[in-house]
C-alpha cells in the first residue's frame, strides 16, 4: 500500500496494491497495521456506500461530536473526491483538496476529523465507499456550501450540479468559522 502525503497535515492519498490477471483482481483496500505505519491510527467503526448519478455533489459534510474520519474509495465509475480544512487553528484553514478518483485506478483518499468532505459523481451509477472512524450523530453534524465562495472549489462538472435538499441550504463557510469559535469544536 503507498501512502502519499498532500499539502495537509495528516491527509494522504492511499493506493492499494492492486493484483490481477485474467480472472480480475485482488487488493486489501485497509489493512490496520499498514495505515498505523503511515501514522493512521484510527479505528473505523462504520462503513457507508453511496449511489449517484452523474453531475450528484453530496457534501460539504462533517462530524465534530465525536470526531469522525473518513476513508473513501469510488467501487463503482468516476468521482471527484473532495476535502476542507476546518480545523480552527491549521495553517490550510479554508483551503480544499480534490482528487478525482475511480474504479480502475483504486486510489483512496484519507481525511482525517477537521475536514468537510464530499465528492461530485463524474459518471451515472458511480459508487462510493468509506470508512468512518466514528458513529453517525445527527446532532452534531455540519456542513458547509459546496460553492462556497471563499473556499473556491474547482469542481469537474460546472453546470447544473445535482443537489439534496440539505445541500441547497448549507451554511458558508464564514458561518462554519463563527461557530467553530465555540469550545464545543475539538477539532
Known sequence: ???????FRDLFVVTPQVHADERGFFMESYRKDEFEKAGIRDVFVQD????????????????????????????????FLVAVDI???SPTLGQWFGLECSENDKRQVYAPAGFARGFQALT???EIQYKCSALYDSQTQGEIAWNDPEINIDWPI???????????????????????ESDIFVF
Open 1 to 7: 500500500m503507498k501512502f502519499e502525503p498532500t499539502v
Open 158 to 180: 460546472k453546470n447544473s450540479p445535482i443537489l439534496s435538499e440539505r445541500n441547497k441550504t448549507s451554511p458558508t463557510f464564514k458561518d462554519w468559522l463563527k461557530r467553530a
Open 124 to 126: 451515472d451509477n458511480c
Open 48 to 79: 457507508n456506500h453511496s449511489s449517484s448519478v452523474s453531475n450528484v455533489i453530496r457534501g460539504l459534510h462533517f462530524q465534530y461530536g465525536p470526531p469522525m474520519s473518513k476513508l473513501m474509495r469510488v467501487t463503482r465509475g468516476a468521482a
Open 87 to 89: 480545523r480552527k487553528n
